[in-house]
């Protein structure tokens, strides 16, 4: 049982160039989200998903874009990077709650993708 | 959204008990109380996730006062590999969609 996976784990990238991190988690989850977080910072919400084929904008969705088009993956684009999207990236996945309305579900994370924008 | 906020750093000894105490005044009434500890270089891991009153497992105790506009996650007996990064998080599962956003967390240092 894998967990929550990432690729690629590193990747330097040059200003004005594109590049896509796969997600991929093998718990049947529903729920599934791109973090960045920079040098002493907390997780910034980038984009989530409540469900295969569904998208949602999260705290700093700017210079993003994401698809679901598999349950099991959740894919992060960059189109023209920039050096102000040096950071780390985290994905994490969570089940949906058992408990109607009143439930919130463990966030699992992946290892993370440390990207660097020259 | 319930914003949170925590101390930005502290402090322990070996052996001692930590207290780390978040506060979330406008937490709604489906929100749960959840807490991550994250070490260098890795994701957040779940430490322990509560509605009310206490909750304990074998790693930490939650403590939420009934008005739930505060939580203390206490860390008993702590060792030198707690140090690490604690986050508190509220939120829930709505039909519209989730957002579960971090603070900026709590850097704990634990010292021989």
């Known amino acids: 049982n894998a967990g929550v996976t990432q690729t690629p784990k590193f990747r330097v990238l040059k200003t004005g160039q594109s590049m896509t991190l796969l997600c991929a988690q093998d718990m049947n989850h529903e729920y599934m989200y791109w973090y960045r977080q920079d040098p002493g910072m907390g997780l910034r919400l980038i984009h989530y998903s409540v469900g295969e084929g569904t998208t949602a904008k999260g705290e700093v969705p700017d210079g993003y874009n994401v698809s679901r088009l598999k349950k099991q993956n959740f894919l992060l684009g960059l189109e023209s990077a920039a050096p102000s999207q040096t950071s780390v990236y985290f994905c994490?996945?969570?089940?949906?709650?058992?408990?109607?309305?009143?439930?919130?579900?463990?966030?699992?994370f992946g290892e993370g993708s440390r990207l660097t924008v020259l | 959204l319930a914003k949170t906020t925590q101390p930005i750093s502290m402090d322990s000894y070996e052996g001692q008990e930590v207290n780390i105490t978040c506060s979330h005044n406008?937490?709604?009434?489906?929100?749960?109380i959840t807490w991550y500890q994250q070490f260098p270089s890795q994701g957040p891991r779940f430490i322990i996730q509560?509605?009310?009153t206490k909750v304990t497992n074998e790693v930490a105790s939650l403590f939420i006062p009934a008005d739930r506009k505060s939580s203390t996650l206490s860390l008993p007996r702590v060792s030198l590999s707690d140090t690490a990064v604690y986050y508190c998080?509220?939120?829930?599962?709505?039909?519209?969609?989730?957002?579960?956003?971090f603070g900026g967390g709590t850097r704990v240092l634990v010292k021989p």
């Open positions: 509560g509605y009310k």
């Open positions: 998080l509220v939120g829930g599962l709505r039909a519209a969609g989730n957002k579960l956003t």
């Open positions: 406008n937490i709604a009434t489906n929100d749960y």
């Open positions: 994490a996945s969570s089940p949906p709650g058992t408990s109607g309305i009143l439930n919130t579900g463990e966030l699992f």
